[in-house]
């Protein structure tokens, strides 16, 4: 059997070793046009910024690799132009001669990644505009960073204050996870940064209120952003600078642009070869990778697969999906019965020594699908036991539905502790878990690590209350306009109060139950809930009519900037 695969990156190197493992006899030909396979593209905006110091770190394995220990025959600069799905055969160029060659193949992959989206703006082509894909992309960027403005260049070799390197400008086009991960690097290389983003929050995956904490977190590191405004256009400026000029009028000088407007399938060969595209763009395929040609299998950022939480055709352009899909491919191929199980988007971005992550289905899907079906908790437990030095808040958002506690989705963002949270969530949603299976599941536990009642176990506990009816909840946009009951001390209110509450602290409530409505709903705040959630049982067995308002005043602060008008830059 001889198999091409056509992409020798994340999806395309993962298939080409599978296969080998799995057969010994296939004759495997791995193309790629760029220069390198195997290459951590995850790792770019890194490199960029130094962390990641030497370009060979980012190069997992090379042509001779494969070819020495897995008898791959691995050609790089070598693009396939052309697919006869009849003949069955694909016609490679070498991308140095031009020359074109036609092999035949029993089996095709394609793994041809996505490209990074680049609108045809006035002046997008300038120098000093980028975006990062590849390798040679990282090192243009560094090379352009590096030479800098005329000012700065041999700066370094003179002593005195003239070492002091001024800061340089950059502006970040799209607030996606590459866009960020790009502000932040830049930022750990001294620049200055602006974010302009055309929608009203960044990381466009999250609910707004929990962007919102994340745009805090830039602001508080000096990051400038300029949301919801579009880049209009490009324009020359003295000493190479380019000014970025938006949609509203606005100009931001910069000495470099990075473009991390998203990416989009490259379905190319795939529609000169007559495969079927799904509705969102990219190659249709089935559970096994196969495309609508039965010898013709599509795997990674190129393909549509389904969502596994709302089962909508989705494109998910993400490093460990495209992965398991090569992996995938290579198992049906190779007459095994594995299939894809959708993608939950499941993602995490390191930012400025925190940490957001998500898993699952959003709330704003949920409306855009109409479905109502879902409650929503907030909590903000401690990342590990608080007696144990450098415990840290995670901001956790928990989706479920409210008819039967399936898990939906669940959005966390802190200093410590996030990933291991969203990732045990990230499996338990695979395997259809509800609330009930958080309340219950057995977590590992010492004080470094965590608590007896872990930030899941505790998620699962309050999600469970909710449903079973022991805790009535209430969120802060019905409940800023109802009867508020703040249980907190007098001396908390001191420092941050709510308009128009009652203030009873929990321990006195019991004593003048006398000052509360019968009539009402009653909306208990504290600082995170768990007071609130006392003193509601306290009330609810007083026949009133009480409701924990959902992470107290620590979700207050981001859930009202959803409605009040934003401070500036
Ligand atoms: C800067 C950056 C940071 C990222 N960070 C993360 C992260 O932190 N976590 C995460 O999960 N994901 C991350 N991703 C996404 C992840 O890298 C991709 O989802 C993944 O690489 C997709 O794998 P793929 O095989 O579909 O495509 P790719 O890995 O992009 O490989 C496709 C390859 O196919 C080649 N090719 C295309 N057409 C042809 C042709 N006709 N002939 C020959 N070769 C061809 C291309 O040159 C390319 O090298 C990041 C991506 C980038 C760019």
């Known amino acids: 059997m001889k198999v091409i695969i056509v992409g020798g990156v994340a999806g395309g190197a993962s298939c080409a070793a599978r296969l080998r493992r799995l057969d010994e006899r296939a004759e495997i030909l791995m193309v790629e046009r760029g220069p390198y396979v195997s290459y951590a593209n995850c790792g770019l905006p890194y490199h960029v910024g130094g962390v990641i110091e030497k370009e060979s770190s980012l190069l997992v394995a090379n042509e001779q690799t494969f070819r020495v220990q897995f008898a791959i025959d691995v050609r790089t600069r070598c693009e396939a132009i052309e697919i006869s799905p009849k003949e069955k055969t694909v016609k490679l160029r070498d991308v140095a001669t031009g020359e074109v060659k036609s092999e035949s193949y029993d089996k095709l992959v394609l793994s041809p990644g996505a490209a990074s989206v680049r609108p045809p703006l006035p002046g997008i082509d300038l120098p000093g505009i980028f975006h990062v894909r590849t390798v040679p992309d990282a090192r243009e960027i560094r090379e352009w960073i590096e030479r800098g403005s005329a000012f700065l260049s041999g700066i370094h070799k003179y002593s005195g204050f003239q070492t002091l390197r001024p800061k340089t400008r950059s502006v970040v086009v799209g607030g996606g996870f590459i866009g960020l991960e790009m502000v932040e690097n830049l930022i750990h290389r001294g620049f200055e940064v602006t ?36 880049v209009a256009g490009f324009k020359q400026a003295a000493n190479s600078a380019i000014d970025v000029e938006t949609k509203s009028g606005k100009t931001y000088p910069a000495d470099v642009v990075i473009l991390a407007l998203g990416v989009r399938p490259d379905t190319t060969l795939a529609k000169q070869a007559g495969l079927k595209i799904g509705e969102r763009g990219g190659i249709r395929v089935d559970e096994q990778m196969r495309t609508s040609d039965p010898d013709i299998f599509a795997v990674g950022d190129a393909v549509e697969v389904k969502d596994f ?10 490093a460990g999906p495209a992965n398991r899909q090569g992996r995938i491919a290579a198992d049906v191929i190779t007459g095994r019965k594995s ?28 409306n855009r699908m109409g479905d109502t079906d879902y409650e929503k908790i907030y909590l903000y437990p401690n990342s590990h036991a608080g007696y144990y030095p450098g415990a840290k808040p995670i901001a956790l958002k928990v989706i479920f539905r409210k008819s039967d506690g399936r898990l939906l989705g669940a959005q966390a963002l802190g200093e410590d502790g996030v990933d291991k949270r969203i990732s045990a969530l990230a499996a338990m949603l695979q395997m259809g878990a509800t609330i009930y299976d958080l309340e219950e599941a057995e977590l590992c536990y010492a004080p470094p690590f965590g608590s007896a009642k872990d930030p899941l176990n505790f998620a699962g506990m309050v999600a469970a209350d909710v449903l079973r009816g022991d805790m009535p909840l209430s969120h802060w946009n019905s409940a800023k306009t109802g009867f508020l009951l703040d249980v907190r001390e007098p001396m908390e209110l001191a420092v941050e109060n709510v308009p128009g509450a009652l203030n009873i602290p929990l321990g006195q409530l019991r004593a003048r139950l006398g000052e509360l409505p019968h009539d009402r709903e009653i909306h208990v705040i504290c600082r995170s809930g768990q007071r609130a959630y006392y003193a509601t049982r306290v009330l609810l067995q007083n026949g009133f009519k009480a409701k924990d308002v959902s992470g107290g005043m620590l979700s207050l602060a981001h859930n009202y900037l959803l409605d009040t008008e934003r401070e500036g830059d």
């Open 309 to 318: 939480v709302t089962g909508e055709w989705s494109l998910v352009a993400l």
């Open 195 to 230: 974010l302009v983003e055309m929608l009203d929050q960044v990381l466009p995956m999250i609910d707004p209120e929990h962007a919102r904490v994340v745009e805090a977190h830039l602001k508080r590191h000096g990051v400038r952003l300029a949301l919801n405004d579009g």
């Open 339 to 366: 299939r894809f199980r959708g993608t939950q988007g499941t993602s995490i971005i390191g930012l400025f020594g925190a940490a957001i992550a998500w898993t699952g289905v959003s709330e704003k899907t949920l």
